[in-house]
Antibody, heavy 120, light 107 residues
Framework: DVQVVESGGDLVQPGGSLKLSCAAS????????MTWVRQAPGKGLEWISG????????YYADSVKGRFTISRDNSQSTVYLQMNNLRADDTAVYYC?????????????WGQGTPVTVSS | DIQMTQSPSSLSASVRDRVTITCRAS??????LAWYQQKPGQVPKLLIY???TLQSGVPSRFSGSGSGTDFTLTISSLQPEDVATYYC?????????FGPGTKVDIK
């Protein structure tokens, strides 16, 4: 089965850093883009970052550009999200998802999510 | 950046009703549009990509149409298990923005 599993969410103070991981299985990892999407409590889905299968192309929402970095290790079938200078409005459940065929950025499946809380 | 809007923001319909949700892009995106379903307390699930291609395993009562700036998601016969929030998402180019969502419940 195709599966992605996130980890690394935690309670962190404003200005702090956190690194999320997403382990994938059941597909040829390097052939697919991967993405991170977040959902603040009671709010809608917010796409925040994506990375191509090779890792050569990365994309960010304006809300996280310059603070978050996406990367991947194709030998470990894992994608990461390094989050720096965290703010209260970064509090959300962070989902990892696999991209679609031919490098398209639709997302399926999604992981269960990992919660990040930014608070003092 | 291209903005995505959805209407209505919420709706209430009876079982077996036909339900239509609209998604609009502020600029043309060809058919690079996906639809997702998020049931209460659950993870989002892909329903449709390329505006009208049904993802494997999704019931045939779901359908999508449109191209350019205007898109629709139709549930031909609403079922109790369809209570959820539905999101559209553009993927022609980054940022791969989601619409604000449409909450569907049963009257």
């Amino acid at each position: 089965d195709v599966q992605v599993v996130e980890s690394g969410g935690d309670l962190v103070q404003p200005g702090g850093s956190l690194k999320l991981s997403c382990a994938a299985s059941g597909f040829t990892f390097s052939n697919y883009a991967m993405t991170w999407v977040r959902q603040a409590p009671g709010k809608g889905l917010e796409w925040i970052s994506g990375i191509s299968g090779s890792g050569g192309s990365t994309y960010y929402a304006d809300s996280v550009k310059g603070r978050f970095t996406i990367s991947r290790d194709n030998s470990q079938s894992t994608v990461y999200l390094q989050m720096n200078n965290l703010r209260a409005d970064d509090t959300a459940v962070y989902y990892c998802a696999k991209g679609g065929i031919s490098g398209y950025y639709w997302f399926d499946p999604w992981g269960q999510g990992t919660p990040v809380t930014v608070s003092s | 950046d291209i903005q995505m809007t959805q209407s209505p923001s919420s709706l209430s319909a009876s079982v077996r009703d036909r339900v239509t949700i609209t998604c609009r892009a502020s600029q043309g995106i060809n058919n690079y549009l996906a639809w997702y379903q998020q049931k209460p307390g659950q993870v989002p699930k892909l329903l449709i990509y390329a505006a009208s291609t049904l993802q494997s395993g999704v019931p045939s009562r779901f359908s999508g149409s449109g191209s350019g700036t205007d898109f629709t998601l139709t549930i031909s016969s609403l079922q109790p298990e369809d209570v959820a929030t539905y999101y559209c998402q553009k993927y022609n180019s980054a940022p791969f923005t989601f619409g604000p969502g449409t909450k569907v419940d049963i009257k």
